[in-house]
Protein backbone atom coordinates (compact mmCIF):
# COMPACT_ATOMS: atom_id res chain seq x y z
CA UNK A 1 0.00 0.00 0.00
CA UNK A 2 1.23 3.53 -0.75
CA UNK A 3 1.60 5.12 2.67
CA UNK A 4 1.98 8.66 1.35
CA UNK A 5 -1.49 8.27 -0.63
CA UNK A 6 -3.24 7.17 2.67
CA UNK A 7 -1.97 8.56 5.12
CA UNK A 8 -4.44 11.55 5.28
CA UNK A 9 -7.62 9.11 4.97
CA UNK A 10 -9.00 8.66 8.32
CA UNK A 11 -11.79 6.78 8.99
CA UNK A 12 -14.14 5.89 11.99
CA UNK A 13 -15.05 2.09 12.74
CA UNK A 14 -18.21 1.79 14.91
CA UNK A 15 -17.82 -0.67 17.14
CA UNK A 16 -19.19 -2.53 20.51
CA UNK A 17 -18.46 -0.30 23.39
CA UNK A 18 -15.75 -2.39 25.56
CA UNK A 19 -14.77 -4.17 22.33
CA UNK A 20 -12.53 -1.64 21.12
CA UNK A 21 -9.20 -3.59 21.94
CA UNK A 22 -10.43 -6.86 20.77
CA UNK A 23 -11.75 -4.77 17.35
CA UNK A 24 -8.34 -3.29 16.66
CA UNK A 25 -6.33 -7.27 16.91
CA UNK A 26 -9.25 -8.37 14.77
CA UNK A 27 -8.51 -5.62 11.85
CA UNK A 28 -4.52 -6.21 12.32
CA UNK A 29 -5.01 -9.44 11.82
CA UNK A 30 -7.92 -9.36 9.31
CA UNK A 31 -5.53 -6.24 6.88
CA UNK A 32 -2.56 -7.77 7.09
CA UNK A 33 -0.44 -4.51 8.31
CA UNK A 34 -1.79 -2.45 5.14
CA UNK A 35 -3.53 -0.02 7.43
CA UNK A 36 -3.22 1.83 11.17
CA UNK A 37 -5.42 1.20 13.33
CA UNK A 38 -5.71 3.41 16.49
CA UNK A 39 -7.79 3.65 19.50
CA UNK A 40 -7.32 6.62 21.26
CA UNK A 41 -7.28 6.29 25.01
CA UNK A 42 -6.77 8.56 28.04
CA UNK A 43 -4.81 7.80 31.44
CA UNK A 44 -7.34 9.27 34.35
CA UNK A 45 -7.55 8.88 38.17
CA UNK A 46 -10.52 6.93 39.77
CA UNK A 47 -11.04 6.36 43.04
CA UNK A 48 -11.99 2.36 43.88
CA UNK A 49 -12.42 0.81 47.59
CA UNK A 50 -11.43 3.95 48.87
CA UNK A 51 -8.04 4.02 46.92
CA UNK A 52 -6.97 6.50 43.79
CA UNK A 53 -5.74 3.98 40.83
CA UNK A 54 -4.97 5.33 37.29
CA UNK A 55 -6.87 3.36 34.52
CA UNK A 56 -6.86 4.09 30.96
CA UNK A 57 -9.89 4.42 29.05
CA UNK A 58 -10.82 4.69 25.32
CA UNK A 59 -11.17 8.87 24.58
CA UNK A 60 -14.03 8.07 22.17
CA UNK A 61 -15.80 4.72 23.42
CA UNK A 62 -17.58 2.40 20.63
CA UNK A 63 -14.78 4.09 18.05
CA UNK A 64 -12.02 2.55 16.16
CA UNK A 65 -9.83 4.96 13.86
CA UNK A 66 -8.58 3.52 10.63
CA UNK A 67 -6.06 5.35 8.62
CA UNK A 68 -5.72 3.80 4.94
CA UNK A 69 -7.20 3.89 1.90
CA UNK A 70 -10.61 2.10 1.89
CA UNK A 71 -12.63 1.24 -1.39
CA UNK A 72 -15.23 -0.96 -2.39
CA UNK A 73 -13.20 -4.33 -1.74
CA UNK A 74 -11.55 -3.34 1.58
CA UNK A 75 -14.68 -2.18 2.99
CA UNK A 76 -16.44 -6.00 2.53
CA UNK A 77 -13.70 -6.97 4.54
CA UNK A 78 -14.57 -4.40 7.40
CA UNK A 79 -18.46 -6.07 7.69
CA UNK A 80 -17.94 -9.12 8.84
CA UNK A 81 -15.14 -8.61 11.83
CA UNK A 82 -16.57 -9.45 15.21
CA UNK A 83 -17.44 -6.72 16.96
CA UNK A 84 -17.77 -3.70 14.63
CA UNK A 85 -21.02 -1.93 14.10
CA UNK A 86 -20.80 -0.20 11.14
CA UNK A 87 -18.02 1.47 9.25
CA UNK A 88 -19.35 5.15 9.01
CA UNK A 89 -20.23 6.57 5.56
CA UNK A 90 -21.22 9.62 3.86
CA UNK A 91 -23.54 8.49 1.17
CA UNK A 92 -21.76 5.40 -0.76
CA UNK A 93 -18.36 6.32 0.25
CA UNK A 94 -16.87 5.69 3.17
CA UNK A 95 -16.92 9.00 5.81
CA UNK A 96 -13.14 10.62 6.23
CA UNK A 97 -12.61 12.25 9.22
CA UNK A 98 -11.93 15.80 9.12
CA UNK A 99 -8.12 16.76 9.08
CA UNK A 100 -8.58 19.63 11.62
CA UNK A 101 -10.39 17.15 13.99
CA UNK A 102 -6.86 14.59 13.43
CA UNK A 103 -4.63 17.45 14.03
CA UNK A 104 -5.86 17.73 17.31
CA UNK A 105 -6.51 14.52 18.41
CA UNK A 106 -2.79 13.80 17.08
CA UNK A 107 -1.83 16.93 19.05
CA UNK A 108 -3.29 15.13 22.78
CA UNK A 109 -1.95 11.68 21.65
CA UNK A 110 1.72 12.67 20.10
CA UNK A 111 2.96 9.29 18.91
CA UNK A 112 1.33 6.88 21.54
CA UNK A 113 -2.44 6.02 21.21
CA UNK A 114 -2.58 7.06 25.67
CA UNK A 115 -3.19 10.60 26.55
CA UNK A 116 -1.07 11.64 29.29
CA UNK A 117 -1.39 14.29 32.06
CA UNK A 118 -0.96 17.83 31.75
CA UNK A 119 0.24 19.84 34.36
CA UNK A 120 -2.05 22.76 34.97
CA UNK A 121 -1.32 26.20 37.44
CA UNK A 122 -4.57 28.14 38.19
CA UNK A 123 -3.65 31.48 38.78
CA UNK A 124 -6.36 34.43 39.31
CA UNK A 125 -8.87 32.21 38.34
CA UNK A 126 -7.43 31.48 34.88
CA UNK A 127 -5.92 27.84 34.11
CA UNK A 128 -2.31 27.59 32.78
CA UNK A 129 -1.28 24.86 31.14
CA UNK A 130 2.69 24.32 31.80
CA UNK A 131 3.45 21.29 30.06
CA UNK A 132 1.66 18.13 28.64
CA UNK A 133 -0.79 17.42 25.82
CA UNK A 134 -3.03 20.33 26.76
CA UNK A 135 -0.26 22.93 26.00
CA UNK A 136 -1.33 25.96 24.45
CA UNK A 137 -5.56 24.39 24.29
CA UNK A 138 -6.35 26.62 27.43
CA UNK A 139 -9.23 27.64 25.11
CA UNK A 140 -10.59 23.67 24.73
CA UNK A 141 -10.92 23.55 28.78
CA UNK A 142 -14.51 23.94 30.02
CA UNK A 143 -13.81 23.02 33.53
CA UNK A 144 -11.00 21.63 36.07
CA UNK A 145 -12.11 19.01 38.81
CA UNK A 146 -8.90 19.52 41.32
CA UNK A 147 -10.40 16.90 43.63
CA UNK A 148 -10.27 13.89 40.98
CA UNK A 149 -7.69 15.29 38.78
CA UNK A 150 -9.67 15.60 35.33
CA UNK A 151 -10.03 18.63 33.21
CA UNK A 152 -13.65 18.85 30.97
CA UNK A 153 -12.22 19.43 27.55
CA UNK A 154 -14.82 20.42 24.42
CA UNK A 155 -13.23 18.19 21.04
CA UNK A 156 -15.15 17.93 17.95
CA UNK A 157 -15.22 14.59 16.71
CA UNK A 158 -17.25 13.42 13.34
CA UNK A 159 -18.60 16.66 13.14
CA UNK A 160 -19.56 16.80 16.42
CA UNK A 161 -18.57 18.72 19.75
CA UNK A 162 -18.04 15.89 22.63
CA UNK A 163 -16.86 16.83 26.09
CA UNK A 164 -14.31 14.32 27.34
CA UNK A 165 -12.38 14.26 30.76
CA UNK A 166 -8.73 13.99 30.60
CA UNK A 167 -6.14 13.75 33.64
CA UNK A 168 -4.44 16.78 34.52
CA UNK A 169 -1.89 17.70 38.05
CA UNK A 170 -2.77 20.63 39.44
CA UNK A 171 0.32 22.62 40.93
CA UNK A 172 0.27 24.88 43.17
CA UNK A 173 1.44 28.93 42.79
CA UNK A 174 5.17 29.65 44.31
CA UNK A 175 4.36 31.42 47.49
CA UNK A 176 0.92 29.78 48.70
Do not use: H
Not at 17 to 37: A, F, H, M, P, S
Amino acid sequence: MNESNAENNWYAVFVVTGEEDNVKERLQYRLQDNYRILVPKRKIKERRSGKWTYIIKPLFPGYVLVNGNIDAEEFYKFKDVPGIIKLLRSGYEPLKIDEYELEFINKLICNDETIGYSNILIENGKAVVIDGPLTSMEGYILGIDKRKGRAKIRVSFLGEERVVELGINVLQPAGE
